[in-house]
């Protein structure tokens, strides 16, 4: 049994639809990297696996169990975290209080201040800094770091390295490395294609909402998920097409 | 020694102005709603006190005790049910609500209670006379120096409530990103009707303290809104010590239009409160993320 299962999901803004019909299964300990253009309809899904967004249609399960109209909080509760897109940290307060807010579900496991402060070594000397006086790569930190606090099953992450500086999205791989490492199941967004098909187990591409190829990250795979990720070639686009 | 004694007085009623304000306050820096129904909750407050009194023989301040309670669940509720729906509207239907609602208790405390002036004042005792004299023109009423004295343990309380909890924390997350904070597994609506119970427990410590010192019918809401409203706006919106400082400066003010001459009290305050808008837009503590 997969431990997240998306089935059929759509969602979407008003008349605009974003996702049509998606299904995705994630196994447990799995790395899915989620690809595709601009409005591909990537962060409304991660979104709506959050509980961020309701779902106009199909179901999102945990472990076997329907969470569809649960809230965003308690997804976080049952173990779904998010690392929303642009980090969205609570600017006004401190890193250490930014991780703690991680941890307002109190759910146990392995992931606590000094394990996550082990894992993103750059955050220590920053604790007391207020989140909207670091860089980039630092806020990256502290909202991976913020949402493993929770110890979720599945880790959701939006657009890792989007605005980073190179060495930044270096160390921020690093750590996440580590992070996978321990067993988290992890669906990222990442638009850069060398580096998802490097980290995750499986690349899953987005066409207008859609899901047009779903592949094993191996390198062999590259041109096939170009061609998907540009709407080229409908031949090419084979897999988990809706 | 006159004017020591002015600014002394100002001091002391800002105290009560900065207990009516911090609610206010709270409310805007957490949700960003304008409460304009909350002078009218400060005297639902009061009322209340006085209905205990009607039953057993207790001070005002004892018979606060049980309408504390009462306070928050109104407070709570009052979220859970207009405001947040209003809220899903936009920032601006919950204003237009809270001045019905603002109109509703007005009414519902003129049916209930009669429009008769009612004051606490004769069942707080001595504490009403009570003062101490500095020197031959400058005495402090022991009331005024005790509302300030809570004035500003209502203040640096929520300042370590907000600063230093985590329950606290998590509210002060909220306020600066309600949509993260969902994600993190904070209840944002939990967080908000507490913040709302708290604003409406403390319009109701304000109430209890405008009726011991001075006087208040079913139409008193408003006006005590404004002055709230002025200190809040003073002390830079969302700033609970800006607040307090806002109460303060909007108490001197008015003690020392009135010295100049009994009619400019108010009028003093309402000017010193447009000037600060005119030249200091983030009034004189502006806060960054809304609940400093």
């Not at chain 1, 921020?172 to 490097?198: F, K, P």
Request: hydrophobic share 50%; net charge neutral; with cysteine.
């Amino acid at each position: 049994m997969s431990l997240l299962a998306v089935d059929s999901v759509d969602a979407g803004y008003g008349l605009l639809q974003a996702v049509r019909g998606v299904s995705l299964a994630l196994a447990e300990g799995e790395t899915v990297a989620l690809v595709g253009a601009n409005g591909a309809g990537k962060t409304t899904l991660l979104r709506t696996i959050a509980g961020a967004h309701q779902a106009a249609a199909g179901t999102v399960s945990l472990a076997g169990r329907d969470v569809t109209r649960v809230s965003a909080h308690r997804r976080v509760a049952l173990g779904i975290a998010l690392v929303p897109e642009g980090r969205r940290l609570f600017p006004g307060l401190t890193v250490e209080e930014n991780l703690r807010m991680g941890a307002a579900t109190r759910r146990a496991g392995r992931w606590d201040l000094d394990s996550v402060l082990a894992a993103f070594p750059m955050l220590a000397p920053l604790r007391k800094r207020r989140a909207a006086n670091l860089s980039g790569g630092e806020q990256q930190a502290t909202a991976i770091g913020r949402a493993l606090m929770s110890n979720p099953i599945v880790l959701l992450l939006d657009e890792v390295s989007l605005g980073l500086s190179p060495i930044a999205v270096e160390a921020v791989y690093e750590s996440l490395r580590t992070v996978v490492r321990e067993g988290t199941t992890a669906l990222l967004v990442e638009q850069d294609l060398d580096r998802a098909l490097g980290f995750a187990d499986r690349v899953v591409c987005m066409l207008e909402g859609r899901v047009v190829l779903e592949d094993r990250a191996e390198p062999a795979a590259r041109e096939k998920i170009t061609a998907a990720y540009f709407g080229l070639s409908a031949a090419g686009a084979g897999g988990g097409a809706a | 020694m006159t004017w020591v004694n002015v600014v002394v007085q100002g001091v002391l009623l800002g105290g009560v102005y900065a207990l009516l304000a911090c609610g206010l306050s709270l409310m805007y820096g957490v949700m960003r709603i304008i409460n304009l129904a909350h002078g009218d909750l400060a005297v639902v407050g009061a009322y209340l006190v006085t209905v205990v009194l009607d039953h057993v023989g207790v001070s005002p301040f004892v018979a606060f005790l049980a309408v504390l309670p009462v306070m928050l669940a109104i407070g709570y509720v009052l979220q859970r049910t207009i405001l947040e729906r209003s809220l899903r509207a936009g920032i601006l239907t919950p204003i237009l609500a809270t001045f019905g609602l603002s109109i509703a208790i007005q009414n519902i405390l003129l049916r209930q209670f009669s429009p008769d002036v009612k004051s606490l004042g004769g069942n707080a005792g001595a504490l009403t006379t009570a003062s101490w004299r500095i020197t031959g023109q400058l005495s402090i009423s022991a009331i005024g120096a005790l509302t300030l004295a809570v004035a500003v343990a209502v203040v640096a309380g929520l300042h370590v409530f907000l600063h230093r909890t985590r329950f606290g924390s998590m509210m002060r997350a909220t306020a600066q990103d309600v949509d993260s904070a969902e994600l993190v597994g904070i209840d944002s609506r939990s967080m908000y009707a507490w913040a709302t119970a708290l604003a409406v427990a403390i319009a109701a410590l304000g109430g209890l303290f405008l009726g011991i010192r001075s006087t208040f019918d079913p139409t008193a809401g408003p006006t005590q809104l404004i002055f709230a409203f002025e200190a809040v706006v003073i002390g830079g919106l969302g700033s609970l010590w800006g607040t307090l400082a806002g109460g303060i400066v909007l108490g001197v003010s008015q003690t020392t239009g009135a010295q100049i001459n009994p009619q400019y009290s108010i009028l003093a305050g309402n000017l010193v409160f447009l000037v600060v808008i005119a030249t200091r837009r983030g009034g004189l503590l502006g806060s960054r993320d809304g609940t400093q």
